[in-house]
């Protein structure tokens, strides 16, 4: 795979290369993220909430290549080849249809639902939207004719660049505050983010939510957990409970909780299988 200026992994028969967002695009887009399946079996990948949303395009010799998505509640959806998708809660399974394929995906920053696309982010919390609405024209079928990754990146990032003409005013404090938490790595509480912003609890909750998509306390679980994957699969703690203890967790029922709830294992399980996790922009994911 030409990696377009970006950084290449592989896992198993799959190989993934992050592109840095465009510089007028910067503020709302974390990355680029292209994906290449090789090998002729159906593949599962098995993805992790991370808090962010985004928009996919799959295609597999000019049609869509993912089968379904299937949520560990049991929810199923079988997306259309171009789609936006909210932050999401719900550890899933994306099932990948036989052939080769590709994928490239727009990973957004948290708050561009709202200030790029002026969407009520909390309307796509746990869920996907066809994006015909937002496009003028085919886009998808644009997508699917191009010749190369670089033309499909041109079309993503040409689309969203026109976007900003209709920019939404930009909730600053809600920004801020996701800031704090990201420099906090999620080891911090509503209340701290309150002290700190001179705002009401319901004031506040609504505001991010309607930006983000997510509560702001769900918003920290998932970046916590995020973090707690980071740091078990470093290896730098003997034992699940000081990871619990670094991230400020109340107690290790809650801990236990939040790892059930986010990755669909118990935590022995996810700590015995925490090296086959593959880790991007995009979050945790492994086969």
């Known amino acids: ?3 377009l200026n970006g950084d290449t992994c592989c896992m198993s028969s799959n190989r993934f290369a992050i592109l840095p967002a ?4 910067k503020d709302y887009v974390a990355c680029l993220r292209i994906a290449e399946h090789d090998d002729e079996e159906a593949v599962a990948i098995k993805v992790s909430p991370n808090g962010l949303p985004g928009i996919v395009f799959h295609y597999n010799t000019g049609r869509s290549a993912l089968e379904q998505i299937v949520t560990h509640s049991g929810r199923k959806v079988c997306p259309p080849p171009l789609f936006l998708y909210g932050p999401g809660i719900e550890p899933s399974v994306m099932h990948y249809k036989r052939g080769s394929s590709a994928t490239v995906q727009v990973i957004f920053k948290p ?3 709202k200030t790029l696309l002026g969407l009520d982010a909390s309307q796509l919390a746990n869920g996907s939207a066809d994006l015909h609405e937002f496009s003028a ?3 998808d079928s644009q997508l699917i004719e191009a010749r190369s990754q670089q033309e499909r990146v041109h079309l993503l990032t040409s689309f969203l660049a026109a976007r900003l003409k209709q920019e939404k005013t930009r909730d600053t404090l809600v920004e801020e505050s996701l800031r704090l938490i990201q420099q ?7 209340k701290d983010l309150l ?3 001179h705002i009401s609890e319901r004031q506040f909750e609504r505001r991010f939510t309607q930006t983000v998509g997510l509560s702001p306390q769900v918003y920290i679980r998932v970046k916590r957990f995020n973090e707690a994957l980071r740091l078990i699969k470093s290896g730098q703690f003997a034992r699940l409970t000081d990871v619990a203890c670094a991230l400020n967790f109340s107690d290790q029922s809650h801990f236990i ?5 986010f990755s669909g294992m118990t935590p022995k399980s996810l700590s015995q299988k925490v090296d086959d996790f593959y880790h991007d ?3 945790y994911s492994y086969i």
């Open 1 to 3: 795979m030409d990696a």
């Open 22 to 25: 465009p510089a007028i695009l």
């Open 111 to 113: 708050h561009a639902l």
């Open 137 to 139: 024209g085919n886009l």
């Open 184 to 190: 906090n790595s999620g080891a911090l509480h509503v």
């Open 195 to 197: 002290a700190c912003l």
């Open 257 to 261: 909780r939040d790892l059930k709830a």
């Open 281 to 283: 922009q995009a979050g």
